[in-house]
């Protein structure tokens, strides 16, 4: 099942996350965050953004989230997403099914276009990025050093729905949290 992230989680996210920062590439972060700095980041993205877990066996398996784009006003209806599948619950489909109701989560906020970020070559994920929608908008070359070496980033950008001119304010996620649509979202994976 899919539903928001809870304080509990924070310990069970920070487990999936951990191989990513002390192994891997996925995040450029270098030193790990202990389960209290999680549990903060975890809060302090749900003020105005979808931190969305799924649960499986009463275990988080996996985590997305959105977050600001840039810090100008005008990035307002631009979001980056970024979602993390525990190791042994890849390759059954739980993160598109995820990411697809992230997705959908932005558009009821009226997020307009939403950006992934993937260290390359990112295979699995440029797949998935493919899959959902998404289009290459280009490459930071040698962007990142991590793990002895350099790294290109790119970037992947898809349109949730037009942009209105002038467009409304985008809702902040706590003004969405107990509302028919988020719960009609989260309740059509139950059965998936």
């Not at 928001?4 to 310990?11: F, M």
């Not at 202990?34 to 003020?47: S, Y």
């Not at 898809?158 to 001119?165: F, I, S, V």
Request: net charge positive; proline share 5%; charged share 20%.
């Amino acid at each position: 099942m899919i539903r928001i992230a809870r304080d509990e989680d924070a310990a069970a996210i920070h487990a999936i996350y951990a191989p990513s920062v002390t192994d891997g590439v996925a995040t450029f972060e270098t030193e790990l965050p202990g389960v209290d700095a999680m549990r903060e980041r975890i809060r302090a993205r749900l003020q105005h953004y979808p931190w969305l877990v799924w649960e499986g066996a009463g275990e988080v398996l996996a985590y997305a989230y959105a977050g600001r784009f840039r810090e100008r006003a005008a990035y307002d209806w631009i979001a980056e997403t970024s979602i993390y599948v525990r190791h042994d619950a890849q390759r059954r489909g739980i993160a598109r099914r995820l990411y697809g109701v992230l997705l959908d989560v932005m558009r009821l906020q009226g997020i307009t276009q939403a950006v992934g970020v993937i260290t390359l070559p990112g295979t699995a994920s440029v797949a998935m990025h493919e899959a959902m929608g998404f289009t290459s908008a280009g490459v930071w070359r040698q962007c990142g050093y991590k793990l002895r070496q350099w790294w290109d980033v790119s970037v992947w950008q898809k349109e949730l729905q037009p942009a209105a001119t002038p467009p409304s304010a985008v809702k902040p996620f706590p003004t969405l949290a107990d509302t028919a649509a988020l719960r009609n979202l989260l309740g059509r994976t139950a059965c998936a």
